[in-house]
């Protein structure tokens, strides 16, 4: 469904782009675009995630609470920051920019941090060697998320 639409906007953006546009109306035109693609990632990305959950029910792959722990904290940070880029878009303030630059610095930490703990339990048995890639792989798409939330906060908004 989300492929579908994406491909109608691209196609409208694309008739657009063959409009007479004054040089305002161009740079709105390219904001749509990068953000376009920047959300058809975020849906990739989301798809990816829930495959993995899917996974971890039908497979029977067991990962320890406080690895559920940590992908909640990481999705609840990602989540927050989804909300400040919405609010900029909305409002075309870019008011939050620093805010979700500096989250995203976090999320960055956390995948690290988060991919360690993950190892040292694997080590003391707490976690089984099956479920590194389920585990592995969600934390790396939410911080590739959080990249691409920052993306979007970075193009210029225009008024």
Not at 31 to 47: G, K, P
Not at 60 to 73: F, G, P, V, W
Not at 101 to 110: G, P, R, V
Request: proline letters at 2%; a negative charge; glycine letters at 2%.
């Amino acid at each position: 469904m989300v492929l579908q639409r994406s491909e109608a906007i691209t196609d409208f953006l694309a008739k657009l782009n063959a409009c007479p546009l004054n040089n305002n109306e161009r740079v709105k035109l390219s904001y749509l675009q990068h953000v376009l693609s920047d959300v058809e990632r975020i849906c990739d990305l989301a798809d990816n995630i829930m495959r993995y959950c899917e996974t971890v029910k039908s497979s029977n792959i067991d990962l320890s609470q406080n690895a559920y722990e940590e992908i909640s904290t990481m999705y609840k940070s990602v989540k927050a920051m989804f909300e400040l880029t919405l609010q900029d878009m909305l409002t075309r303030s870019g008011n939050n920019k620093s805010k979700i630059d500096s989250m995203e610095n976090d999320i960055d930490n956390m995948r690290s941090n988060y991919i360690n703990n993950h190892i040292a339990r694997m080590n003391m048995g707490e976690c089984k060697p099956n479920s590194s890639g389920i585990y592995v792989n969600t934390i790396s798409n939410l911080e590739r998320t959080a990249d691409h939330l920052v993306f979007i906060s970075k193009y210029p908004m225009q008024r």
